[in-house]
Each structure stands twice: as structure tokens, then as C-alpha cells.
């Protein structure tokens, strides 16, 4: 005969933790150590310890570089209405329904229009996390806008790169789209309006095939994989093994494809003293 | 008498041409494709074809019809099969297709090639020279495939590096200088993937490319004549006109590298180039080519001197164009083209 009873009933499983760490550290893929989120946000997303750039969404991008993070958005309102009509383990339009659902952006840009240390300025920044920020007819238009508008008001244009490439599901329409945006850089550049190119981690493809790299000025975040073709593409291809660091902005600052590498917390201070350069003084 | 001839039939000629539109879009508008009787359509185009042909003493307006049938007689194909992209792949592909060099030498006298990039090398998978088309002086410039082994090493399979583009943009440059319009030819497979394309920036001398096509203050005419493989194609295809050749393709990634990614499996490349719609007919549909060139019947290798007279015909015409327009006028035209290019998005 047992000395204790067990008591009848299933364990109550369906109240809510009284303690919650979930979410609330996370592990630096650079130095592999623990870091307090809160420690991680209030360093601009930057590892504390190793000084690893997290990606960031375009909202956050736009919010540290805009004075007090106010900035107006424009060509919000554009949306692809799939026009190959791909499909191919899923359809297109699912994959765009769910981005947008997810992000709450109709495609994978956002143009914001406000000051940066006083000065008025127009960034366009990318957002990595709707489709891989890969460039269609919307992200193409956009970007094109954001340089037309740059160009009529003659503000400073900033563009923060953080792509896969061309959007491979409007085919031959987005490889397009490099021209177009190209040649309305050429206007700009005519025009002697600033244009600061910033490449995040990764730019690759037909985004850095094109207006990524022409600007004034193109500069990194420090470790971001920026290249033309995959470094796995290129591995299959070659069969070797790639060397490290190969496709970082460290490699290409080296091989003289970038003017400078900045970190995140030093960005701001980058382009406004770039832009003072590039300006007449504000009288 | 024989002109009275020659209008009657040119009359039933637009009349077919009329005809098809408006079938094609009655098709368009039901959202069903391959259900309508296109055979029937097409083989009586086919026949009218052959009469006007059989005219014999072609006018220049009589020949324009007959370029336009032949250019619907390409769409209307397109519609009838279902593995159109791939075959179109195969044959854009084919080993014994005419290259770069080929052409040149039909098309065009007294090439004299101009060599290097004057930074690091010059790049045999890029040519580009001073020609002759039809006794004017030209810039030509092409991507250049080999046919042996050897030829192919030399020519790195027909992928440019970046001394290759560079090598293009200075060539422009002097045409610029010296206001002698531009033909380019593109048969390109896809991106460099090599270390050493990476290293010298491939990305940034595209896209300089791209950005100096556009302001260029010269004519240019690009002919897609086998692949249009993506940003190395667009490099040397910021123009005027882009005219493609019946059996090109023109994509933004090829079928493989897309399958591979899309579908995870490399093998479903005929899957993926159906998708990505990458034919001439698919590029004319979505406005970003200008002209389609037909191909004698089985593809440019079964007769490469017809292949080479039709690119004539096609290239003669709109440099005629071309050539009316003043050079501010070039410019924002071409601005214009590739602004207003692969719009397809809806405003809320």
C-alpha cells in the first residue's frame, strides 16, 4: 500500500507562464555569446561584444538616420499585381499576400522624406524580409521615384541597399528595372544632386549591378555579404572553396570597390559630413 | 496593272493581320490559352506570306508587310506550344548558331577591333571595333562565344569580366566623341561566376554601363541574336532599338539557375523557362524589346547567310529610323522607353 495518493486530474497546462525569457536574449552569430536584447537594440542592433551588424528592418534604417526618427513616407501605394502570373512551388501572388501580411508594406522598399542633422533629404531604404528584398516592377518603380523626387526638390538621395537581387518571379520585368532606376541616376548625377549609396547586409545581383554601386559615394556596414553572383554559385562553379571573408565589405573595401565602411552607430555622422562636403553650406 | 496587284494583296494582308489581333484578344479576355483553332490562323497567314514573297520586286512598304507577318506568324507559334521556352533555350543555345564574329563579317566591312580596357586586361569574351554597315562608320561590339574547345577557353565560354564592359563603355565613348552610332549584339549565358570577375567589381562596371547607355548622345541598336543572359546582356543594351532574334531568349536569370532556386531542383528548367517568359514573342507581349527578327525556318544554323540577310533587313530599317533623329531627341526618347518600361503595378 502506497503511502502517498495520486491525485486524479490531468496537470492544468493551460494558464499562461508566470515567467517568460523567451525573446529576451539572443545569441550573436558572430561571437556565439548571450546578449541581453535590450543591451542589443539600445546598440542599434550591433553585438556589444564583437561588433557583429544585425539586419534591421527599413522602418528602424529610416528611424536612425531621420532626425528624431520623423520622416514622411511616399509611394507607399504600390502594390504587383503578378504579372507573369508565376508559380512555382507556391504562387506568386500567395508569396506577396503573405509578405505583405507579415511586414505590413506593399513591396520591399520604403521612400521617407525628412531631415538628417537639419538638412532636407530623401532616403529609400529596402526591407530584406519581404521576399528577400528582391527588386519586381514595384520595388523598381519606387526607388525610381524616390530618385525623381530627389532630383525636383534637389535634396540629397540616400539609398539603403538590402537585397537578394532581382525578383526572379517578374522575370525579365525586374531585370528591366536596373535600367530604368540607372538611367534616372544618370539625370540625378547631372543634376549634381548627392547620391550616398549604403549597402547592408546582403546586396547581391541586379541590385548591385545597378544603382547600389553608382552612387557618389558607396559605403558599407561593416561584414555585409555585397556581390554580382552567390558565393555559392561561384563555389559550385569554381569547385573550390571560397576564401573567408571573400564578398564582405572588408574584401571589397580592399579591392578598392567601396569608399568606406562605417558602422552603424557612425553612419549618420558619415553622410552628413559627406553631404557638407557635397553641398553648399546651409546659410 | 502589277501595282494594282501589289495593293490588293496588301490590303488582305492587314486585313489578316487585323484579324489575328482581334482573335488573340478575344483569347486574352476569356483567360484561356491554346484553346482557340491558332493552327488554322497561322497557316493561312503562312499562305499569304508566300504570295507576297512570290511578288517579287519588293517595295520597301511591301517588304515592311511582310516583316510584320512574319513577326505575327512568330507570336502566333508561341501560342500553340506549351515547351516553346525551353526548345527556344535549346536552340538560342545551339553550338553551330552564328555568333558575334559571324555576323560581323556578313553584316559588316572593314572591322578593325579595338582591344583592352586600358586598366587591367583585355577581355577576348567582349569585341568590340571600328565597321562599316552599308558604307557608314560604326561602333560595333559584341559577347563572342567559341566554337572548339580552345576557342571557347579563349573566349571564357562568352562571359564577359569587368574589363570586358569597361572595354565596351570606352569604345562608346569614342563613338560618342565622334558621333558614330552604335550596334551591340548580345549572346550571353548569364553573371560571371568567377573569383576573379568578383574581385575587379563586375556589379559596378554593369552598372556604370548602364547608367552611361542611357545618356549616351549616339544611336544605339542592340540585337539579341542567342542569350540575353541578364545583367551582363542589359550591360551593352541600354538602346535605342532592342531587336531579338525569333529563337533568342531574354531573361533575367537562366532556366537552371532559376529552377535550382525556385524549385530547389535543377532539373525542372523547362518548367522554370515556361514560367519566366523569356521568348521574343514574351518579351514583345511585355514591351521590353522593340522588334522581333525572324529566323529561316529550323533556326539561324540551318542557314546562317538568310539568318545574317534578315538581321540586315532589321537593323537597315531602324538605323533609317534612328538616323532622322537629332541627338537630344535620341536621348529623352530612350529615357523615355526604359522609364516607362515593365510598369505593372496597381496605385491604391
Not at chain 1, 563555389?235 to 580592399?254: A, H, N
Not at chain 2, 548558331?97 to 583585355?122: C, M, N
Not at chain 2, 562608320?137 to 566554337?147: A, D, F, I, N, S
Request: glycine letters at 8%; aromatic letters at 6%.
Amino acid at each position: 500500500m502506497a503511502w502517498f495518493k495520486r491525485q486524479s486530474g490531468e496537470l492544468d497546462a493551460s494558464g499562461e507562464k508566470k515567467i517568460r525569457t523567451e525573446g529576451l536574449w539572443v545569441k550573436c552569430e558572430g561571437c556565439r555569446q548571450i546578449i541581453w536584447k535590450k543591451d542589443l537594440e539600445e546598440n542599434l542592433n550591433v553585438c556589444p561584444k564583437c561588433g557583429k551588424h544585425f539586419r534591421i528592418d527599413a522602418r528602424t534604417r529610416l528611424a536612425n538616420l531621420f532626425d528624431n526618427g520623423e520622416y514622411e513616407t511616399f509611394s507607399d501605394n504600390l502594390a504587383s499585381t503578378d504579372p507573369l502570373k508565376f508559380v512555382d512551388l507556391k504562387p506568386y501572388s500567395e508569396r506577396l499576400k503573405r509578405a505583405q501580411e507579415e511586414t505590413g508594406l506593399t513591396d520591399a522598399v520604403i521612400n521617407g522624406r525628412g531631415t538628417l542633422n537639419g538638412r532636407p533629404i530623401v532616403i529609400s531604404a529596402m526591407e530584406y524580409s519581404f521576399i528577400g528584398g528582391s527588386m519586381g516592377s514595384v520595388v523598381g518603380e519606387v526607388i525610381t521615384r524616390a530618385v525623381e523626387d530627389a532630383l525636383a526638390s534637389k535634396r540629397p538621395l540616400i539609398i539603403i541597399s538590402a537585397s537578394g537581387g532581382a525578383r526572379m518571379m517578374e522575370g525579365v520585368l525586374s531585370l528591366m528595372q536596373l535600367a530604368k532606376i540607372s538611367a534616372a541616376l544618370a539625370k540625378l548625377d547631372e543634376a549634381r544632386v548627392p547620391y550616398v549609396s549604403v549597402l547592408t547586409d546582403p546586396t547581391t545581383g541586379g541590385v548591385t549591378a545597378s544603382f547600389a554601386m553608382l552612387g557618389d559615394l558607396n559605403i558599407a556596414e561593416p561584414g555585409a555579404l555585397i556581390g554580382f553572383a552567390g558565393p555559392r554559385v561561384i563555389e559550385q562553379t569554381i569547385r573550390q572553396k571560397l576564401p573567408p571573408g571573400f564578398q564582405r565589405s572588408e574584401f571589397l573595401l580592399e579591392h578598392g570597390m567601396l569608399d568606406a565602411v562605417v558602422h552603424r552607430k557612425e553612419m549618420k555622422g558619415y553622410i552628413s559630413r559627406a553631404l557638407d562636403f557635397m553641398m553648399p553650406a546651409a546659410s | 496593272m502589277k501595282t494594282v496587284d501589289i495593293t490588293a494583296v496588301l490590303t488582305g494582308a492587314q486585313l489578316m493581320v487585323s484579324m489575328v489581333e482581334t482573335r488573340r484578344s478575344a483569347r486574352n479576355g476569356d483567360g484561356l490559352n491554346g484553346n482557340a483553332p491558332a493552327p488554322q490562323e497561322l497557316e493561312k497567314i503562312e499562305q499569304q506570306l508566300g504570295n507576297l514573297e512570290a511578288l517579287g520586286g519588293q517595295s520597301a512598304e511591301v517588304r515592311k508587310e511582310i516583316y510584320d507577318l512574319r513577326e505575327r506568324i512568330i507570336m502566333l507559334r508561341k501560342e500553340i506550344s506549351h515547351r516553346e521556352a525551353w526548345i527556344k533555350t535549346e536552340l538560342a543555345r545551339h553550338p553551330q548558331r552564328p555568333y558575334f564574329l559571324d555576323y560581323v563579317e556578313k553584316l559588316f566591312t572593314d572591322f578593325s577591333e579595338i582591344h583592352g580596357d586600358r586598366h587591367y586586361a583585355d577581355d577576348p569574351a567582349m569585341v568590340c571595333g571600328m565597321a562599316r554597315f552599308h558604307g557608314e562608320e560604326v561602333l560595333v561590339l559584341g559577347t563572342q562565344k567559341g566554337r572548339d574547345m580552345k576557342q571557347k577557353v579563349h573566349r571564357n565560354f562568352g562571359l564577359p569580366n569587368p574589363e570586358g564592359y569597361r572595354k565596351a563603355l570606352r569604345a562608346m565613348h569614342i563613338a560618342q566623341k565622334f558621333s558614330r552610332p552604335i550596334f551591340t549584339f548580345v549572346d550571353v549565358t548569364g553573371a560571371n561566376p568567377g573569383l576573379g570577375a568578383e574581385e575587379r567589381g563586375q556589379a559596378e562596371a554593369i552598372a556604370l554601363n548602364l547608367r552611361e547607355m542611357a545618356r549616351l548622345q549616339v544611336s544605339i541598336i542592340t540585337t539579341i541574336t542567342g542569350e540575353g543572359g541578364s545583367g551582363g546582356a542589359l550591360a551593352i543594351a541600354v538602346s535605342d532599338r532592342v531587336l531579338m532574334m525569333e529563337n533568342a531568349v531574354y531573361s533575367v536569370i537562366s532556366p537552371e539557375g532559376c529552377a535550382s532556386i525556385m524549385w530547389r531542383d535543377a532539373t525542372k528548367k523547362e518548367l522554370a523557362a515556361e514560367a519566366l517568359r523569356i521568348t521574343a514573342p514574351d518579351l514583345m507581349e511585355l514591351g521590353c524589346i522593340d522588334a522581333i527578327v525572324p529566323e529561316p525556318p529550323g533556326g539561324a544554323h540551318t542557314d546562317p547567310d538568310m539568318a545574317a540577310k534578315l538581321v540586315d533587313e532589321a537593323l537597315q530599317r531602324h538605323f533609317s529610323e534612328l538616323k532622322k533623329m537629332p541627338a537630344k531627341e535620341l536621348v529623352a526618347s530612350r529615357y523615355d522607353k526604359f522609364r516607362k518600361m515593365a510598369q505593372y503595378f496597381t496605385e491604391k
